[in-house]
C-alpha cells in the first residue's frame, strides 16, 4: 500500500498537466470502471483541487461516452457525490 500511495502522489502531482485535470481524468476512469469508491474519492480531490461543478459534469459526460449505459448508473452516483460534498461546503 505504501508503494501504490507513493505512485497516487507522484502521479496526481502537478505536472504537464495540473491536479485538477488530473483528478477529472481518473474521475472519468473510475466511471467507466464502476468504481464506488474512487468516484466519490475523486469528486472529493477534483472539488479541492479547485474543479467546478460545470467541469465534473462533463467529464461525466465524457465518461458515459466511453463507457454506454452502464457509466450511467455510476455517473449518477458522481453527481450524487458532488451534491453531497457540496452541502457540506467544499
Known amino acids: 500500500m ?11 502531482a502537478k505536472g504537464a498537466l495540473d491536479s485538477k ?7 472519468g476512469i473510475a466511471i467507466t470502471v464502476r468504481c464506488d469508491g474512487c468516484i466519490s474519492y475523486h469528486v472529493h480531490d477534483a472539488l479541492q483541487a479547485g474543479a467546478k461543478m460545470e467541469e465534473i459534469a462533463e467529464t461525466v459526460s465524457v465518461a458515459i461516452l466511453m463507457g454506454g449505459g452502464p457509466s450511467v448508473v455510476y455517473g449518477i452516483e458522481a453527481m450524487q457525490a458532488l451534491s453531497q460534498f457540496q452541502e457540506r461546503g467544499l
Open 2 to 12: 505504501q508503494g501504490f500511495a507513493s505512485l497516487h502522489e507522484a502521479s496526481l
Open 21 to 27: 485535470t488530473k483528478e477529472l481524468i481518473a474521475l
